[in-house]
C-alpha cells in the first residue's frame, strides 16, 4: 500500500510539472526559466514537460506561409 502511495505521490507531482511547464510556456516566460523552477540540467527535457499549443502553432504557420 505504501508503495502505491509513493508512486501515486510522484505521478501527481509530474502532472502538476507539465502543468506548470505547459502554462508558464502559453504565457511566453522564456524556457531557462521553465526549465529553472523545474530543477531539469537539460532544456530537452524541459520541452518534453510543454504540451503544444495549437493557437501558436496556427499563428507561426500562418506569420511563415503569409507571403505565399
Given amino acids: 500500500m505504501?508503495?502505491?502511495l509513493k508512486n501515486n505521490r510522484f505521478c501527481g507531482?509530474?502532472?502538476?510539472n507539465y502543468t506548470l511547464a505547459t502554462r508558464l510556456n502559453d504565457r511566453g516566460i522564456?524556457?531557462?526559466l521553465?526549465?529553472?523552477?523545474?530543477r531539469h540540467e537539460d532544456?530537452?527535457?524541459t520541452l518534453d514537460y510543454i504540451e503544444p499549443n495549437m493557437k501558436r502553432i496556427?499563428?507561426?504557420l500562418?506569420?511563415?506561409y503569409s507571403d505565399l
Avoid: H, P, T
Fill in 2 to 4: 505504501l508503495s502505491w
Fill in 13 to 16: 507531482l509530474r502532472v502538476g
Fill in 30 to 32: 522564456d524556457l531557462k
Fill in 34 to 38: 521553465i526549465q529553472m523552477l523545474l
Fill in 43 to 45: 532544456e530537452n527535457q
Fill in 58 to 60: 496556427r499563428f507561426a
Fill in 62 to 64: 500562418k506569420e511563415i
